[in-house]
């Protein structure tokens, strides 16, 4: 099996771009597991994670609600955002500058064939980054993702996750909301979800802004540890 998990960031990048890496990443891995079943190879197939800040889109889910985004194509364009219905699970979501999104590609061959374990533990990365600021993110049962104050009135979502998998290799990911602008959340109803607000790291620390960098770089850290992964930094990509 193999544990290296190479991180490639790929800095500010339009959403399809992204996208359509993603989908040439997992093909090139899901290409390679069918050669090596059908010819008797033991070739170690590839794990991948992407960090990328996005400009202003909303993706609706393969199960989502398209009434939950609230916005039509005039005002969408009016706000700088663009849309798109993706093949993850959830429902819709808003990515957007000040956002850390992270895309792993695994094959979860290389480490465990459950995709429950495998959601708990990117949840548990953001919870491990979080706690290191000082705040106590949670889960929220029912509802993937972090959160904090949850069982509360002041409920409020931090963390945003969204993966599909086929011949266990993951795509797509977590969206954590860092220096998020919260405003474009008032244009969807947040992952269908009607009576819990959003929130972003530097409101909660009650800061202007918060170093991105750093931020991946615990990011980084803990999934290493959760995942007991090696991880390899790529230079960004141009």
Same mark, same amino acid.
């Not at 069982?151 to 954590?176: D, E």
């Given at each position: ?77 009016? *706000? ?11 429902? $819709? =979501?808003? %990515? +957007?500058?000040?956002?850390? /999104? ?34 106590k993110g949670e889960r929220s049962e029912g509802e993937t993702g972090v959160w904090l104050d949850v069982g509360t009135p002041f409920a *409020? ?11 266990? $290799? =993951?795509? %797509? +990911?977590?969206?954590?909301? /860092? ?60």
């Amino acid at each position: 099996m193999n544990k290296k998990v190479v991180v490639k960031d790929l800095g500010f990048k339009d959403y399809k771009e992204t996208w359509d890496y993603q989908e040439d990443l997992f093909q090139q891995t899901f290409d390679m597991k069918v050669r090596n079943r059908r010819e008797g190879l033991e070739e170690p197939t590839p794990n991948h994670f992407l960090f990328v800040e996005h400009p202003h889109v909303y993706t609706l889910g393969k199960s989502g609600d398209l009434s939950n985004l609230l916005l039509n194509e005039e005002q969408l364009e009016a *706000r700088g955002a663009t849309f798109y219905k993706i093949n993850r699970g959830g429902d $819709i =979501t808003y %990515h +957007g500058p000040g956002q850390v /999104v992270g895309y792993p590609i695994l094959d979860l061959e290389n480490f465990f064939t459950d995709i429950h374990k495998y959601l708990r533990l990117l949840e548990e990365t953001i919870i491990s980054t979080m706690a290191e600021y000082g705040l106590k993110g949670e889960r929220s049962e029912g509802e993937t993702g972090v959160w904090l104050d949850v069982g509360t009135p002041f409920a *409020r979502k931090i963390c945003a996750m969204g993966v599909r998998a086929s011949r266990w $290799i =993951t795509m %797509h +990911g977590f969206a954590f909301n /860092v220096n998020a602008d919260l405003g474009y959340f008032d244009n969807i109803i947040p992952c269908g979800i009607r009576d819990k607000s959003v929130t972003s790291l530097n409101v909660e620390l009650g800061k202007d802004k918060i170093d991105m960098e750093e931020v991946k770089a615990r990011i980084i850290h803990h999934f290493a540890r959760h995942f007991e992964a090696e991880m390899v930094k790529e230079q960004q990509l141009t």
